[in-house]
Structures are given as C-alpha cells and as structure tokens.
C-alpha cells in the first residue's frame, strides 16, 4: 500500500469514528472537566515525500495545558530516524520540537474530533524551522483518559517535500 493511500484510508477512518458514532454514554459530563495539564505520548509511522529520507517509526512524547474542552496547547518531541534513500548515507537519530494549538470540535459522543496546529525545530541532516497541520480523533475511555489517531503534515521550510505522520496514543489528564 502506497502512502497516498494509507493518508486517505486513515482520514476515511477518522472522519467516519468521529461522525458517524452516536454512543448512548453522553460524553458531556466527562468532557466538562477536561481542563488543566495533560501528557500524550504516542507510536507511529513517519512517511516522506520529496525529502529523500526513507518512511520510519517514530515515537511522540507531548504534555499541555487545556483551558477548556475545546483549547489546548501543547508541546513536544516527535522522535524518528532519518534514513536516507541513499544507501551511502548513514541513519540518523532525529527530532521535530514543536508547539502545537489544537481546537476541538464538540460532539454529543464519546468521540472527539480536533485540528491542529503548530511551529517548530525540525533536526535531520541540519536543524531548520518547519511548520504543520493535523487531524485527529479522540475516544474518551473516563474522565481522565482519552485514546488518539493523529495524522500530521510537516512542512520544513528548507527541505524539499513534506513529511507525513500517522500515530496512535493516549492522553492523560492530571
């Protein structure tokens, strides 16, 4: 399966969790408390297009502050290693450090829907600014819990192409 059509197969997933499921479990009451500090670690996959580095695991480690159920910021480190598509080149441990604002939008469900965005310090093979722009569901399994499907697209501002994320996590809210 290409990448085009993993991208389009996950945003089919993610529009169909977050539209198409109506739950009889009102999540209002458990949203209504979501504010205050949260961790999000996160698995997945890193593709590229255009950049010259090979698709590779990555590893998202994330903390923020939600002001309401619908606001939030958060930083964070995407960890991944850069292989080159050239085999003469060697793989490189590298990061993508950014800031994100994420806007969730209020569902009736236990699924919730959010975009986000956000600006950064891409490290490859030199360090560059890139910015990006996502999607993502969230399932609410309790008050304080919450499982995640994020797709992201990074912009560097010097690298040609872009890079795409697909990951799965969890958020915890303190």
Known sequence: MNTKSFA??????????????ANSYS?????ATRTGFFLAPAVGVLTNSGTGYKTSPELTLSFGYSFSPYFSIKA????????SEDSAQSTKFST?????VV????????FTPY????VGKLSMAHTEFASNIGVGVAYTLSQNFALTANYRNIIPAKTSGT???FDIGFVHYF
């Open 115 to 118: 975009v986000l965005l956000g």
């Open 96 to 100: 993508y450090t950014r800031a994100d």
């Open 103 to 110: 806007f969730s939008l209020p569902t009736q469900t236990l």
């Open 8 to 21: 389009y197969i996950f945003a089919g997933v993610l529009a169909v969790a977050s539209c198409g499921y």
């Open 27 to 31: 999540a209002q009451d458990e949203q």
């Open 163 to 165: 890079m795409n994320l």
């Open 76 to 83: 964070g480190s995407i960890l991944f290693t850069a292989r």
